[in-house]
Nanobody, 124 residues
Framework: VQLQASGGGLVQAGGSLRLSCAAS??????????MGWFRQAPGKEREFVAG????????RYADSVKGRFTISRDNSKNTVYLQMNSLKPEDTAVYYC????????????????WGQGTLVTVSS
């Protein structure tokens, strides 16, 4: 499956952005992929941000984004979203979406497929 992330940009602290990740090209229907968002700041390892399972729509968030970020999916559009509110400078990173065929939400980087990333910059 091919994943195309978009929606990144420059925003002031306290602002909002919505990232999108469109999936295409898979024989497996999009609704049967667990989807995740990760981010990687300069000089740091890629870290889990949020995930949404395919079986029951369970969601999971990193502690650092709970209450500020919301992950959702529209299976009719083969797209997963990450709504980011109350952004902080420490949220600055390249954000990646990922897809996995397993039911559970992985918080590690062992996803089957990855998108190319979209840059989010939060100014103070």
């Amino acid at each position: 499956v091919q994943l195309q992330a978009s929606g990144g940009g420059l925003v002031q602290a306290g602002g909002s952005l919505r990232l999108s990740c469109a999936a295409s090209g898979s024989g497996r229907t999009f609704s049967r992929y667990t989807m995740g968002w990760f981010r990687q700041a300069p000089g740091k390892e890629r870290e889990f941000v949020a995930g949404i399972s395919w079986a029951i729509g369970e969601t999971r968030y990193a502690d650092s984004v709970k209450g500020r970020f919301t992950i959702s999916r529209d299976n009719s559009k083969n797209t997963v979203y990450l709504q980011m509110n109350s952004l902080k400078p420490e949220d600055t990173a390249v954000y990646y979406c990922a897809a996995d065929a397993r039911i559970g939400i992985l918080t590690t980087i062992n996803y089957d497929y990855w998108g190319q990333g979209t840059l989010v910059t939060v100014s103070s």
